[in-house]
């Protein structure tokens, strides 16, 4: 039960984490423009 909540939370983070690399790379893709 703990190793699944602690794999979770790693995707969890792994989602974050990917998702503010795609906001920022979209910002300077923008501001390139």
Known sequence: MYAITKV???YMVA???LHTLNKT???VI???Q
Request: aromatic share 0%; glycine share 0%.
């Open 8 to 10: 979770s939370l790693m």
């Open 15 to 17: 989602a974050i984490m």
């Open 25 to 27: 790379k979209n910002s």
């Open 30 to 32: 923008i501001k390139a």
